[in-house]
């Protein structure tokens, strides 16, 4: 057996289920987001993070200096797809573990991997900006579902993110990218309507939340000297339907998927099954 193999059967295959209650998927489906404490185990984020870290400080290479870098760009380190990149952390990303609870928070049959995405926060990084993830994706469902996952514990000041209870009931609200004028035209709208804002603060490492595409939400800047080290992984309801691209972004983003055009169901090779009860 070489080295690989070996390091394949040691990770945790985090095929178990955490069991949610009735009362936690009523508040995720009303709300659009909520948090999970320990949705991965302390062990298994050790097995895994070192690898996810390892293709993050690769790619930082590519980065300009912090200073050098628009408001989206100093947000954070941004890698996607890591689950085609590697075979130890496709184990990661497409854990039915995982894949099993956005299911049943959006009390669907089935769901797809749509992306997956580590997002390092660098020490001195600025905040994200208030917006709706759904804005870059065409996809013409209300079922879709990003996880949030710490590698490393986060204190008050640099997590969670801040969420709109019931934002995601709204749907497409704004076409604005993330960006400086996004942050400023929502937030003066959820100051307007006297929205409620939620953030969970400190998480331990393997601790996520889970919140809906349409729901808004932004993150602070990292005031520390430490990297905030967040494993994202993005979920659509199995039998999901192409939107019709209506902004650049959409245009740009459904190009990844190529033979994909509005009213098909998305069904993709970088969009495998990864749960069905």
């Given at each position: 057996?070489?080295m690989?193999?070996?390091?394949?059967?040691?990770?945790?295959?985090?095929?178990?289920?955490?069991?949610?209650?009735a009362?936690?998927?009523?508040?995720?489906?009303?709300?659009?987001?909520?948090?999970?404490?320990?949705?991965?185990?302390?062990?298994?984020?050790?097995?895994?993070?070192p690898?996810?870290d390892?293709?993050?400080?690769?790619?930082?290479?590519?980065?300009?200096?912090?200073?050098k870098?628009?408001?989206?760009?100093?947000?954070?380190?941004?890698?996607?797809?890591?689950?085609?990149?590697?075979?130890?952390?496709?184990?990661?990303v497409?854990?039915?573990?995982?894949?099993?609870?956005?299911?049943?928070?959006?009390?669907?049959?089935?769901?797809?991997?749509?992306?997956?995405?580590?997002?390092?926060?660098?020490?001195?990084?600025?905040?994200?900006?208030?917006?709706?993830?759904?804005?870059?994706?065409?996809?013409?469902?209300?079922?879709?579902?990003?996880?949030?996952?710490?590698?490393?514990?986060?204190?008050?000041?640099?997590?969670?993110?801040?969420?709109?209870?019931?934002?995601?009931?709204?749907?497409?609200?704004?076409?604005?990218?993330?960006?400086?004028?996004?942050?400023?035209?929502?937030?003066?709208?959820?100051?307007?309507?006297?929205?409620?804002?939620?953030?969970?603060?400190?998480?331990?490492?393997?601790d996520?939340?889970?919140?809906?595409?349409?729901?808004?939400?932004?993150?602070?800047?990292?005031?520390?000297?430490?990297?905030?080290?967040?494993?994202?992984?993005?979920?659509?309801?199995?039998?999901?339907?192409?939107?019709?691209?209506?902004?650049?972004?959409?245009?740009n983003?459904?190009?990844?998927?190529?033979?994909?055009?509005?009213?098909?169901?998305?069904?993709?090779?970088?969009?495998?099954?990864?749960?069905?009860?």
């Amino acid at each position: 057996m070489n080295m690989n193999q070996d390091a394949k059967r040691q990770l945790p295959d985090l095929r178990d289920s955490y069991e949610l209650t009735a009362e936690q998927i009523t508040d995720y489906q009303r709300d659009g987001h909520i948090l999970l404490r320990q949705a991965a185990a302390s062990n298994e984020i050790a097995a895994y993070r070192p690898l996810i870290d390892g293709f993050v400080q690769e790619h930082a290479k590519q980065y300009a200096p912090i200073d050098k870098r628009d408001t989206y760009g100093k947000a954070f380190i941004q890698v996607g797809n890591l689950w085609r990149r590697s075979e130890e952390l496709r184990r990661f990303v497409l854990a039915r573990r995982f894949a099993k609870l956005a299911a049943d928070l959006m009390g669907v049959d089935g769901v797809r991997i749509y992306q997956d995405q580590a997002l390092f926060k660098e020490p001195g990084g600025g905040h994200t900006p208030w917006h709706q993830d759904q804005t870059y994706w065409p996809l013409e469902t209300p079922h879709t579902i990003t996880m949030w996952m710490p590698l490393t514990d986060i204190p008050d000041s640099v997590g969670s993110m801040t969420f709109v209870p019931g934002s995601h009931l709204k749907g497409y609200m704004s076409r604005m990218a993330i960006s400086d004028e996004s942050h400023k035209t929502l937030g003066e709208y959820i100051e307007k309507k006297a929205m409620r804002k939620i953030s969970y603060g400190a998480m331990k490492a393997g601790d996520a939340t889970f919140h809906a595409g349409w729901t808004l939400h932004c993150a602070p800047g990292n005031p520390t000297n430490a990297m905030r080290e967040i494993m994202t992984v993005i979920y659509i309801a199995d039998g999901s339907v192409v939107a019709e691209p209506d902004s650049n972004a959409r245009r740009n983003e459904l190009k990844i998927y190529p033979n994909l055009k509005a009213g098909d169901v998305f069904d993709h090779e970088l969009t495998p099954l990864v749960f069905k009860r």
